[in-house]
Nanobody
Framework: QVQLVESGGGLVQPGGSLRLSCAAS????????MSWHRQAPGKQRELVAAVTRGGSTNYANSVKGRFTISKDNTKNTVYLQMNSLKPEDTAVYYC????????????????WGQGTQVTVSS
């Protein structure tokens, strides 16, 4: 099977920075798109940033210019560098990846991590 494990969340003051990491492991054949999503209390989960297998990126308007998504293909890891954090960035952040496995090398499925809490508060 496949596991996605996030790390790097925590409490930070407004204007501060955090770097989230998400490592994929297991019986991976290929990884396609990787992305970060977030869900604040009482709100729907939303896409924050995504990166394609080829390296193209896209961002939610609310984080453009402040967040940067990147990936290390050799480590099957995606990162989210978050700068100039605001209280409204407070949420549980989830990573997701579109992956084919050794058992299903042709059909890709979306896998999700367990989430990591980011709290922006003074």
């Amino acid at each position: 099977q496949v596991q996605l494990v996030e790390s790097g969340g925590g409490l930070v003051q407004p204007g501060g920075s955090l770097r989230l990491s998400c490592a994929a492991s297991g019986s991976i054949f290929s990884i396609y798109d990787m992305s970060w999503h977030r869900q604040a209390p009482g709100k729907q989960r939303e896409l924050v940033a995504a990166v394609t297998r080829g390296g193209s990126t896209n961002y939610a308007n609310s984080v453009k210019g402040r967040f940067t998504i990147s990936k290390d293909n050799t480590k099957n890891t995606v990162y989210l560098q978050m700068n100039s954090l605001k209280p409204e960035d407070t949420a549980v952040y989830y990573c997701s990846a579109n992956i084919t496995t050794i058992r299903t090398p042709i059909v890709a499925y979306d896998y999700w991590g367990q989430g990591t809490q980011v709290t922006v508060s003074s």
